[in-house]
């Protein structure tokens, strides 16, 4: 059973810092391309980042220089560390895993940028 769970979730003022994870288990990890995808309210969910199975990674237009993607293959675990973050970052961010044919979903975790 492939299971994904996101956490690091939370409120937090415009630039400020959040560090998303995202723990795997029931794939092998090390093979996986990994992504973080994000949707807010009344819109459609939309790629934020990838990085794949040999570490390259990938960002939108909007959130590069602020966020980076990273992974852990020893402790299964995929990263999003999101700085100077905007009222528009807050959303329902979502990790995903790319297992050969399948495609997994986390629950989400909900980040909300305010003051």
């Known amino acids: 059973q492939v299971q994904l769970v996101e956490s690091g979730g939370d409120l937090v003022q415009p630039g400020g810092s959040l560090r998303l994870s995202c723990r795997a288990s029931?794939?092998?990890?090390?093979?996986?391309?990994m992504a973080w995808y994000r949707q807010a309210p009344g819109k459609q969910r939309d790629l934020v980042a990838d990085i794949t199975r040999r570490g390259f990674t990938n960002y939108v237009d909007s959130i590069k220089g602020r966020f980076t993607i990273s992974r852990d293959n020893a402790k299964n675990t995929v990263y999003l560390q999101m700085n100077s973050l905007k009222p528009e970052d807050t959303a329902v961010y979502y990790c995903?895993?790319?297992?050969?044919?399948?495609?997994?979903w986390g629950q989400g975790t909900q980040v909300t940028v305010s003051s």
């Open positions: 029931g794939i092998i990890f090390s093979v996986a391309d």
């Open positions: 995903n895993a790319r297992y050969g044919f399948n495609s997994y």
